[in-house]
């Protein structure tokens, strides 16, 4: 999936695959630009990310160092029945 600008081609990812990959490598290195950025997109775009796709474990601890993403996490889980 991408964009073309001119000769370039621009990976484009879906909110989801933004947060999964954001949420990887958080785990690894704890950055606080990672955490600001997904707590950016989960409170603004919550609607829009498939659970499916992201660890659940790995999105608890994250919440659990981040309260502030607590309601559109629940937000998210209740939406899909978990």
Same mark, same amino acid.
């Given at each position: 999936?991408g964009?073309?600008?001119?000769?370039?081609?621009?990976?484009?990812?879906? @909110?989801?695959?933004?947060?999964?990959?954001?949420?990887?490598?958080?785990?690894?290195?704890?950055? #606080?630009?990672?955490?600001h950025?997904?707590?950016?997109?989960?409170?603004?775009?919550?609607? #829009?990310?498939?659970?499916?796709?992201?660890?659940?474990?790995?999105?608890?601890?994250? @919440?659990?160092?981040?309260?502030?993403?607590?309601?559109?996490?629940?937000?998210?889980?209740?939406?899909?029945? @978990?």
């Amino acid at each position: 999936m991408g964009i073309t600008y001119g000769n370039h081609h621009l990976p484009f990812l879906s @909110v989801t695959e933004f947060i999964r990959t954001k949420l990887k490598v958080w785990i690894s290195r704890r950055d #606080s630009c990672d955490a600001h950025d997904m707590l950016f997109i989960l409170t603004g775009y919550w609607e #829009s990310i498939d659970i499916n796709r992201i660890p659940e474990q790995d999105m608890d601890v994250y @919440v659990k160092q981040n309260p502030e993403a607590k309601s559109a996490w629940k937000a998210i889980k209740r939406r899909y029945g @978990v």
